[in-house]
């Protein structure tokens, strides 16, 4: 797997990112739980220390007379009275009986419950007065006071005895006498420790689970998510190999995905397009260039057959010469249509004045209408009229234009040019009454090589790139050409230009 891959960022490396932050959120959960525990237990410790510094003066008081040991010592013995004691205590508690003072001392011993805790007593000086029973001789040695401390506050500690854990308070209790007794308290740590450990052993079982759930999702997802760029990919590899026809699914595609999957189509469609375009372009040169030139091979051959006077020779060169002469005109438009279409910005825009610009054009087709006698008319802009552009190829422009009109009006009949300014455009409408242009032929009138079928006859038979290149030219000026048609009648070309 590859480390810049998506799916090992979101496989692996947000499992690994999840992981860590999952490992520091249990160490915080248990630190803060342990925290809560201890001070709770502190807080139950500091009570029961100040429980008992009660009931011992209450009991020094009820008893005159007795030494502190002696009423310490009855005072535990309460902490473990017999089973029987107990029942009929609680049996005269249900029924509302009053207790004696014994079982009173019973049922407060009994709420003090100090059953599970050590308890010692020491003098100021550190001397043990009394210990619980349920210390052990071995842990009593070290259960001593810190003689260190402030004695006046409760002092809380852990202390490990005898392999256990304890939570230790020690405290002072004031007796009515004016004496100073250390109480020690130690709590087992048992169930808190029993808690975070259980709690460890979730965690440790959990996050392992969940991780791999996730780097389990986050693959799933990630296959899931990446499907299309599979797809994208297997396609374009197909697309190399096969045909540009193939196109991506676009259902159960995300929304973004669905973006990245339309453009990639896009792009085949364009391809696909512009491979169509070319090809049938390239047929549509090679049967173009080939009847000129099989002409030239035939009208050769036929020269080459038999031996012939000079002036024979020279009859099927100047033959030939017309032939080339169509093929070279045909290889320059091409010339110059790719250059319109894939550099155009090698057309050289200057400003220029119209009118001076139309006139030379229309003397020259003026002649070569009159050869035709086909009569012909032009009506100049009233004002100067400043255009910008490449004035080489928009004389290419309106000249293909006018050769068409003149090409296709039968003698007779008129043509008429009309320049006039609309809108800060320039409008020119070249208006001839030749044979008309079928309605359905427009649409493809300006693609290349068309000619509109049924006049193979036309001596003058072009190419049939004229209207292209012309449109082509009008397009890089950011102008368009129209055409009007009635059949039998005429057509209008309108060509619109922005003024300068
Ligand atoms: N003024 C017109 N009147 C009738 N048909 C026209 C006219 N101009 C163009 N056409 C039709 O459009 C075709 C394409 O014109 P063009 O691109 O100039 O090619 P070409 O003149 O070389 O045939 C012509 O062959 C002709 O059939
Ligand atoms: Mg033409």
Not at 142 to 156: G, Y
Request: charged share 25%.
């Amino acid at each position: 797997m590859k480390f810049n891959s998506i799916k090992f960022k979101v496989g692996n490396l947000f499992t690994i990112i999840l992981g860590v932050i999952l490992i520091l959120y249990s160490v915080f959960l248990q630190i803060s739980l342990s925290k809560y525990l201890v001070n709770d237990l502190d807080e139950e410790l500091s009570g029961k220390v100040n429980e008992l510094g009660n009931i011992i003066s209450d009991e020094l008081a009820a008893s005159a007379g007795d030494d502190i040991y002696t009423v310490i010592q009855r005072i535990f013995s309460f902490q473990y009275p017999p089973k029987a004691d107990i029942i009929a205590v609680k049996k005269k508690k249900t029924g509302g009986e009053p207790l004696s003072d014994e079982e009173r001392w019973f049922v407060r011993f009994d709420r003090l419950d100090l059953s599970q805790d050590m308890v010692a007593f020491f003098e100021s000086d550190g001397k043990l007065i009394y210990p619980s029973q349920n210390i052990a001789i071995d842990v009593l040695r070290k259960f001593t006071p810190d003689p260190n401390v402030s004695p006046q506050d409760d002092i809380f500690k852990n202390v490990t005895l005898d392999k256990k854990h304890f939570r230790q308070v020690q405290s002072v209790v004031s007796t009515p006498d004016g004496r100073q007794l250390i109480v020690l308290i130690a709590a087992s740590e048992k169930p808190i420790l029993d808690l975070l450990r259980h709690r460890q052993r979730t965690f440790t079982v959990s996050i392992p689970i969940i991780l791999l759930l996730t780097a389990f999702l986050g693959r799933f997802l990630t296959e899931r998510i990446l499907r299309p760029v599979n797809s994208i990919v297997s396609t374009a590899r197909q697309i190399g190999s096969r045909d540009l026809s193939m196109r991506i699914g676009q259902s159960n595609v995300d929304e973004e995905m669905k973006v990245l999957v339309e453009s990639f189509n896009d792009m085949i469609a364009r391809l696909e397009n512009s491979f169509t375009h070319i090809e049938q372009f390239s047929s549509q040169v090679a049967h173009e260039l080939k009847t000129p030139l099989a002409i030239l091979r035939g009208e050769t051959e036929v020269a080459l057959r038999v031996d012939q006077g000079a002036s024979d020779y020279k009859a099927v060169l100047k033959e030939n010469m017309e032939e080339i002469e169509k093929i070279i005109k045909v290889v320059e438009d091409l010339l110059l249509l790719a250059k319109l279409d894939y550099r155009p910005k090698s057309l050289k825009f200057e400003k220029f004045d119209f009118n001076e610009f139309l006139n030379p054009i229309f003397e020259k087709t003026k002649l070569l209408a009159a050869k035709k006698n086909v009569e012909i008319s032009c009506v100049f802009p009233k004002e100067d009229v400043l255009l910008e552009g490449d004035s080489l190829h928009l004389r290419r422009l309106f000249f293909n234009i006018i050769h068409n009109a003149v090409k296709f009006t039968p003698p007779g009949k008129k043509i008429s040019l009309k320049a006039f300014t609309e809108n800060s455009s320039l409008k020119v409408a070249i208006t001839d009454e030749g044979p008309g242009i079928p309605a359905e032929y427009l649409p493809q009138l300006f693609t290349r090589f068309f000619q509109v079928p049924g006049r193979d006859e036309d001596p003058q038979k072009g190419s049939g790139l004229g209207l292209n290149i012309a449109q082509s030219v009008a397009k890089a000026h950011q102008g368009t050409i129209e055409v009007q048609s009635q059949l039998n009648k005429g057509s209008v070309f309108t060509v619109t230009l922005p003024l300068a």
